[in-house]
């Protein structure tokens, strides 16, 4: 189980995150959803461990995670515009967490090819990451995410770059994907729908702070304030 | 974002590196040649002040001449278009690679030496790439529309030269002439072997203070008063480097040139013709003098107080790739950390890691020769040697690889370590191999360095680690017309082994040699 406690973070003068608290429970899927430059996508490089923290902390199953660098940390994280390694081929990039944690070649080798399939890219081992569509591109990096299977997948904008009738399809794929695994994941996402789809749990923020957690139903029945009924349409 | 440990890990040995070989010896510069001299004694020294005068006069008329007589072939290859263009242009570079030693003693072997020409000559042809590439490669991007509409409005071909190229080039031809002057004034090889006794350049003149008359005050007074000069000089030119031609005027390279017709293709091949021959006879009278005067044989014969020549090969080798070694892992360390951008040693480094570059070799040389016999007298060891080398060609392998490591996308890098990479790992997996071909790049630059610096080795060469260059240089001290056979054959040798680096190099190269 994650918890974010209290968390802040500062650039300079300006309080990226301001003193943000979330629980996320095994299993379960959260989406933060808010307007650009809201700090959802600072908070959960917080958690990834890739920003310092002026205040609070971020634990998991209890343990502070403080002084845990980021590669020790065994989350995965999706980046916006998926920074998938040029130099390596589609197999090379998904594989590079499994060689990282040590494992042998033969292990290695079928769970790349058992990942790619659950993708829908079986059979593009040897293809190079730059003439890939942009689809493609971001199934890779889903797929390179997964594979060493992280106790916490991120996911920040995964959609971002994509076409319409691209993302709906994507994102119930994806949805679907992490649902069967039972992963627990945090979905960062400026999209209130696929907010709604993805997620069990809807975290709102505005301004560096977390507005009000709940259902999106909830949220939609029962806004907190003006502006999140008004953010919410 | 990079952990700050990782950073200053990598920077620990380039900070070491810099601060014990370069800073270290600055600082015992600086304080001999304050406490032990007086400013009145150096001034009062008539020989000093005909030095400053010579070096500064003899700059600037390298620098006239090398713009003079490098803007016909500059006007040709970046205006026309041509069979053999880029032969022609590529040519040009060749005098530019040659280790000065080698650039001496082929006009030497023109029977030049001990005079003021030889060494403006020898300026001259060194540098004649210099204004091709920096005043070409703005000249083939102007556009063509721009004087076209100055003759519609009644400019004649000269005036439209006078009053709307040559302005819109300004800036690179400053930048070329800043250049030029900057390595002539800081002239050793070509000097000392060409100029005799009688014509002296600071550099040269700190040289025979501190190795010939051993009055080391005094060239540590020098250095100084090089190293404040040269700094002024470097200021100003990254000054000049502000101010750009106006993207206005700028068309893709293809579109300006044209094929030359009548009159003008004869002034275009006049000028090719007329320079490349220029720059290819005195390599070739040093090679066919070399072979005629029974050079290359004399290479294995002993010489009664240098020994073999030919030995000096194999010094230079095992130095070159020594220094290539250290120069690249230190380079890389540097790279590193400067293309970590945000944090503050990034900065430093950036401007720091230059430093060597903008210093003149004699004064790394003297800097060595006094200073680094503590903690322990490196100057005994063989290492001193390929350390001043790795320090002169540090700059090379930096400038190479901080381009593309900071291509990277810091996402990349992050994503890497959301996989469970250390930042270590990280490097291994991610930096290194985008970088590998331009850190080949870079050792290439940094082997060709070494295999040619003289100005440095010159101070701090012992009788076991006599380098090609300065083996060179000796010969030519020693009486005999053999000695003088023998250096040129090993000229030509020198020259022989960094054409084929430059070559071998200029196949891994993706980018351009850019700015000099």
């Known amino acids: 189980m994650l918890t974010v406690d209290a968390v802040t973070v500062r650039f300079g003068e300006l309080r990226a995150v301001d003193g943000a608290s979330l629980e996320v429970g095994d299993g379960e899927r959260v989406a933060i959803l808010g307007p650009s430059g809201s700090g959802k996508s600072t908070l959960l490089r917080a958690i990834a461990g890739l920003e310092k923290l002026e205040n609070g902390r971020i634990l998991w199953d209890g343990v502070d995670l403080a002084g845990v660098p980021p590669h020790e940390r065994r989350f995965g994280f999706m980046f916006q515009g998926y920074a998938l390694f040029p130099h390596m081929t589609v197999g090379e990039n998904v594989a590079f967490g ?34 890939l569509s942009g689809g493609e591109q971001q199934r890779v990096a889903l797929a390179r995410t997964l594979a060493p299977d992280p106790r916490l997948v991120m996911l920040d904008e995964p959609l971002g770059a994509l076409d319409r009738a691209l993302r709906e399809r994507l994102i119930v794929e994806m949805t679907d994907l992490l649902a069967r695994a039972g992963t627990t994941a945090l979905y960062v996402t400026h999209d209130h729908d696929e907010a709604a789809f993805f997620a069990h749990r809807v975290a709102l923020m505005r301004q560096g702070r977390i507005v009000q957690i709940g259902k999106m139903e909830e949220l939609r029945r029962n806004p907190a304030d003006d502006w999140v009924a008004d953010f919410l349409g | 974002m990079t952990p700050r440990r990782a950073i200053w890990a990598a920077a620990a040995l380039p900070l070491l590196f810099i601060g014990y070989l370069f800073l270290y010896p600055l600082i015992r510069i ?41 803007a016909p072939l500059t006007w040709a290859v970046s205006r026309y278009e041509f069979p053999g263009r880029r032969l022609a242009q590529a040519l040009v570079i060749v005098p530019f690679v040659l280790p000065t030693v080698v650039v001496g003693t082929a006009f030497a072997a023109l029977g030049w030496r001990d005079s003021v020409w030889a060494i403006l000559a020898a300026h001259v042809f060194y540098n004649v790439a210099v204004v091709v590439r920096t005043v070409g490669g703005m000249w083939a991007r102007l556009d063509r529309k721009v004087e076209e509409a100055a003759a519609t409005l009644g400019a004649s071909p000269w005036r439209v030269f006078r009053t709307v190229t040559l302005p819109i080039l300004r800036p690179a031809i400053i930048a070329a002439a800043s250049i030029v002057f900057l390595f002539t004034f800081t002239s050793f090889g070509t000097v000392l072997i060409l100029g005799g006794f009688r014509y002296s350049t600071i550099e040269v003149e700190i040289y025979r203070q501190a190795v010939t008359l051993f009055d080391l005050p005094m060239a540590a007074a020098l250095s100084i008063g090089q190293m404040v000069a040269v700094t002024t000089l470097l200021a100003v030119y990254a000054r000049r480097q502000e101010r750009t031609a106006s993207p206005l005027v700028l068309a893709p390279e293809a579109s300006t040139r044209r094929r030359p017709e009548g009159r003008t293709a004869w002034a275009v091949a006049v000028s090719v013709v007329a320079t490349l021959t220029a720059l290819f006879v005195p390599p070739a009278v040093l090679v066919y003098r070399a072979a005629a005067d029974g050079g290359f044989r004399r290479l294995f014969v002993d010489e009664p107080v240098l020994g073999r020549p030919l030995d000096a090969v194999p ?39 230059m430093l060597p570059l903008g210093t003149s070799a004699v004064t790394i040389g003297f800097g060595f020769l006094i200073a680094l016999d503590w903690p322990i007298d490196l100057r005994a060891t063989v290492a001193l040697v390929p350390l001043a080398h790795a320090l002169v060609a540090v700059p090379f392998v930096v400038r190479a690889t901080v381009p593309l490591m900071r291509s990277i996308h810091p996402s990349v890098r992050e994503a890497a370590a959301m996989l469970g990479a250390s930042p270590g790992r990280v490097f291994r997996y991610i930096d290194l191999p985008i970088v590998a071909r331009a850190a080949l790049v870079g050792a ?70 850019g700015t000099f």
């Open chain 1, 98 to 131: 499994l060689r990282m944690q040590g494992r042998d070649a033969a292990e290695i080798r079928s769970r790349v090819a058992q990942v790619l399939e659950w993708v829908g890219l079986a059979g593009f081992d040897h293809r190079t990451v730059d003439n």
């Open chain 2, 30 to 70: 600086l304080w001999l040649g304050i406490s032990e001299l007086e400013l009145a004694d150096l001034l009062a020294e008539r020989r000093i002040a005909r030095v400053a005068w010579f070096t500064l006069w003899q700059a600037a008329a390298s620098t006239g001449l090398t713009l003079l007589l490098a």
């Open chain 2, 315 to 353: 010094t230079s080798l095992s130095f070159a790739v020594a220094a290539t070694a250290v120069a690249v892992v230190v380079g890389m360390c540097a790279a590193y950390v400067i293309s970590r951008r945000g944090s503050r040693l990034s900065q430093v480094f950036d401007v720091v890691l």
């Open chain 2, 444 to 513: 290439g630059f940094a082997f060709v360095v070494s295999l040619g610096e003289f100005g440095a080795t010159a101070f701090i060469a012992r009788p076991n680690t006599v380098t090609i260059p300065v083996m060179i240089f000796r010969l030519l001290g020693r009486p005999g017309l053999g000695n003088f056979a023998a250096a040129m054959a090993l000229a030509t040798v020198l020259g022989a082994v960094t054409a084929a680096a430059i070559m071998i190099m200029d196949r891994f190269r993706s980018t351009d040699l």
